[in-house]
């Protein structure tokens, strides 16, 4: 049985594919607005998501290195602690989607397109679930602040750009990794429509997306509460500024009446 590996890797939150193309020198297979596949050898492939994953295919680790490095000539910033997993694709007399591995009949660059991107957006969802997640605890220390003192401190520009990556996360989601869409081969072939299915559960997209969504509806709740505090702690302060030089404007009138 001939085993092929899948190692996908979130790099970068963007990857412009027209850029890419021009920095990395290799033969396009195929490229749309989203996405572009790459040979770096012969059947040896690199799967580029403009949401910033790359899944290579079958190929070695001093190469996945330097594909990275080429990228750096974009001008993005490539993270530092990059997310990683890896996938096996197996060539096998009966289909099957398990845990660790898939088991394939038919192994195509559409097949295996179908796996990469699986496995892209799943690597891409962790990163998603570890930023959402670091927020979450943010706001957990924000809410002792609330229950210890009974006030905020700092001000509202922390909080909007909490709200800012909250909507930045969506967008990314639905749009860039088009996680609720099926992609247009499932449509057109049965064999490619029983994969995409199958592994889109072994992944656990979808309900792994509902965790997200739950908290980022939580964050947003939040967001709007504390915004809503702060705002009306501008507002008493401004009152009492305006009691302040009302009282001050009293005082010089009376002082000009009676001494002056």
């Not at 096998?92 to 796996?115: D, P």
């Not at 995409?196 to 965790?211: D, G, I, P, Q």
């Amino acid at each position: 049985m001939t085993e092929h590996k899948l190692k996908a890797g979130y790099v970068a939150p963007e990857l412009p594919i027209p850029k890419v193309k021009d920095v990395l020198k290799y033969k396009a297979i195929s490229e749309k607005r989203e996405r572009a596949v790459f040979e770096i050898a012969p059947k040896k492939y690199v799967f580029v998501y403009s949401f910033g994953v790359l899944v290579f295919y079958d190929v070695e680790d001093v190469m996945v290195s330097a594909t990275i490095k080429n990228l750096r000539g974009l001008g993005i910033q490539i993270e530092k602690d990059k997310l990683w997993d890896e996938y096996t694709v197996a060539e096998h007399m009966k289909n099957a989607v398990e845990f660790s591995q898939v088991k394939l009949k038919n192994v195509s660059v559409e097949t295996i397109e179908i796996v990469a991107r699986m496995l892209a957006q799943s690597v891409a969802l962790e990163n998603y679930e570890n930023k959402v997640d670091g927020i979450v605890n943010s706001f957990a220390a924000l809410n002792r602040q609330l229950k210890d003192h009974g006030r905020l401190k700092g001000g509202s520009k922390e909080l909007l750009k909490i709200i800012g990556t909250n909507n930045t996360i969506v967008e990314t989601i639905v749009s860039k990794m088009a996680l609720l869409e099926e992609p247009a081969a499932a449509w057109e072939s049965e064999e490619v429509e029983w994969l995409f299915n199958r592994l889109r559960r072994v992944f656990e997209l979808e309900e792994r997306f509902k965790h997200i969504q739950y908290k980022l509806e939580f964050i947003q709740n939040n967001s709007e509460v504390m915004l809503d505090i702060l705002n009306n702690r501008k507002a008493e302060i401004l009152e009492w500024v305006v009691i302040i030089l009302i009282a001050i404007e009293i005082l010089i009138f009376v002082y000009e009446v009676w001494w002056m």
